[in-house]
């Protein structure tokens, strides 16, 4: 007998047990009315994901049973059996599991058996990894569950299965979806049967799920793919080992890919805090640029504030093209000087900065004003600020504490200068929103007369490669310079990368596009005087 699958690739949000029941059973009756005879949900998607420490919570695994109660109270109208995702307390002991819900009643319960503790979830801190079986039958369809892709714990004797399910909640960075497909593939080598995968979709916190649901054939052969980064429902047929229909949603180039992935990540982020909008400053530069492009595709113009600051030293052509981008995307544009705040500030701190150059004081006296300008709007209106440093500033610490890294959300934190470059010029293929000369001109923070980015830092060509190479590589000085990169730039730049990571402690969250974002994946010490051989 034929077995009709559907996949709900959802976006549940992380505690909200009864709207994510809502959400499952919406899906699920929906793929009832298509006649589908299983619905299988991501990983953990009872709860959301990533829970963290909220698994730590007695109440909270208890609320997440009264939650599953209530999903399999609301399925038993239903002719569709739900594959739900959640965490289930045995005595002292917490698993990630996922249970079959057929006509009201809880069949079957599989553990995830690998528990991984290298991923920016750890699982090991919340998990135990299970031992219980992990195979379904619907319609007389053996069906093995795996819970995420690293729990690789395939059966060595194919005959006892038809099809393997893979439900997931692994959240996005570059390159990420190809190391799945290879995943998949391996699955499909070893076991010589189809495989049907869902992901999560949505942005929690720093994280974003790209969702792409999909399935491959005994072969190894992608036969079924949803779009990324939106939620979708998509219906599959299982008959005699093959898999249909055959639909495969058109993959995007990196800069979409990455572009589309910020929007969701800020958008969720604001959707489920509850801010009424955002603001932030704009200098008439480029991270700024590229920050409200994808606030506005993320929220709409009626959301989103800008305000340009100037200050005595800057650029005539920076308020122009300020006022220019602000025109183009149609947001809300005010200008608030800064000269009498610094005024103000000089006279306080006259005798402590008298004859003395001027230098970084004067230079963060000025970031911070406008940081506090930001925030006071913030406090009045609710919105929330949006700060605009890059990862290239972020890792090598040109970024000011209180200043331009005042904020509640950091957007492109993960985002090296040169791929905001990239992403740029690949906004403007859709839509002409940012001028032209923002992207062309040298960078500059416009901190005193005729300052440029390169005055202190390396050409971002080479900046964005160390760091590359030093973080997500886990080279040393030494590799790095033997592939050519000079010797001086390299120490400077790991240096300026190990002293700044006081400063990144206290950034705002941001979107992970990375695999080694600052943050969870990225846990160095503050005090460290490890110095590499």
């Not at 729990?151 to 399910?165: A, C, G, H, K, Y």
């Not at 030293?313 to 995307?329: F, G, P, R």
């Not at 290239?392 to 904020?407: H, I, K, W």
């Not at 992970?512 to 051989?533: D, I």
Request: proline share 4%.
């Amino acid at each position: 007998m034929p077995l009709n699958i559907a996949l709900a690739q959802i976006n549940t949000t992380v505690g909200d047990l009864s709207g994510n029941v809502k959400r499952i059973i919406e899906y699920a009756r929906e793929a009832n009315r298509q006649h589908a005879d299983l619905l299988i949900t991501p990983q953990l998607a009872l709860c959301g994901m990533f829970p963290e420490d909220l698994l730590l919570r007695k109440d909270f695994l208890v609320n997440c049973e009264s939650a599953l109660e209530a999903l399999s109270a609301h399925s038993k109208k239903l002719n569709t059996a739900i594959l739900v995702g959640h965490p289930a307390r045995e005595g002292r002991h917490c698993f990630n599991a996922a249970t079959l819900i057929q006509k009201g009643k809880r069949c079957v319960v599989a553990f995830k058996k690998q528990i991984s503790r290298q991923s920016a979830f750890d699982e090991g801190r919340y998990f135990e990894p299970g031992k219980e079986q992990d195979t379904i039958s619907v319609n007389d369809v053996k069906c093995h569950i795996v819970i995420g892709l690293d729990d690789f714990m395939l059966s060595t004797q194919p005959n006892v299965r038809d099809l393997d399910i893979v439900m997931d909640a692994s959240p996005y960075h570059m390159g990420i979806p190809a190391q799945r497909f290879v995943c998949l593939q391996e699955m499909t080598r070893q076991s010589r049967l189809p495989v049907c995968y869902v992901n999560l979709v949505g942005g929690q916190d720093g994280f974003v799920f790209d969702g792409g649901a999909c399935a491959l054939d005994s072969q190894g052969k992608l036969c079924h793919q949803q779009s990324r980064f939106e939620e979708a429902l998509s219906l599959l047929e299982y008959a005699k080992g093959v898999i249909g229909p055959s639909v495969v949603a058109q993959e995007k180039n990196l800069e979409a890919e990455v572009y589309q992935a910020l929007i969701v990540g800020l958008r969720d982020y604001v959707e489920k805090n509850a801010f009424p909008g955002v603001i932030l400053g704009l200098s008439g530069g480029m991270d700024s640029a590229l920050t409200l492009a994808i606030a506005v595709d993320a929220l709409g113009a009626d959301r989103v504030r800008t305000v340009m600051m100037p200050s005595p030293y800057t650029a005539q052509i920076s308020l122009d093209d300020a006022q220019e981008m602000a025109d183009l995307t149609g947001v809300r544009y005010d200008v608030i000087p800064i000269l009498p705040a610094m005024q103000t500030f000089s006279a306080i701190l006259g005798q402590e900065l008298a004859n003395l150059q001027q230098g970084t004081a004067e230079e963060n006296i000025q970031a911070r004003i406008r940081g506090m300008i930001l925030m006071a709007l913030s406090n009045r209106h609710g919105s929330l600020v949006l700060t605009t440093s890059n990862k290239s500033e972020t890792a090598v610490g040109f970024c000011t504490l209180y200043g331009d890294m005042a904020g509640g959300f950091a957007v492109i934190q993960d985002v090296v200068k040169t791929l905001v470059y990239r992403l740029a010029r690949w906004r403007n293929t859709q839509s002409y929103v940012i001028p032209e000369r923002i992207i062309t001109r040298a960078p500059s923070a416009e901190l005193k007369p005729g300052q440029t980015d390169q005055d202190n830092l390396p050409s971002y060509e080479v900046l964005d490669a160390i760091i590359c190479a030093y973080m997500e590589n886990g080279m040393n000085v030494n590799q790095i310079v033997a592939k050519g990169y000079p010797d001086s730039d390299v120490k400077k730049v790991v240096r300026l990368l190990k002293i700044s990571e006081y400063k990144r402690r206290q950034a705002p969250l941001g979107t992970r596009v990375t695999q080694c974002a600052f943050g969870k994946s990225w846990r160095y010490p503050v005090t460290n005087h490890y110095q590499e051989a």
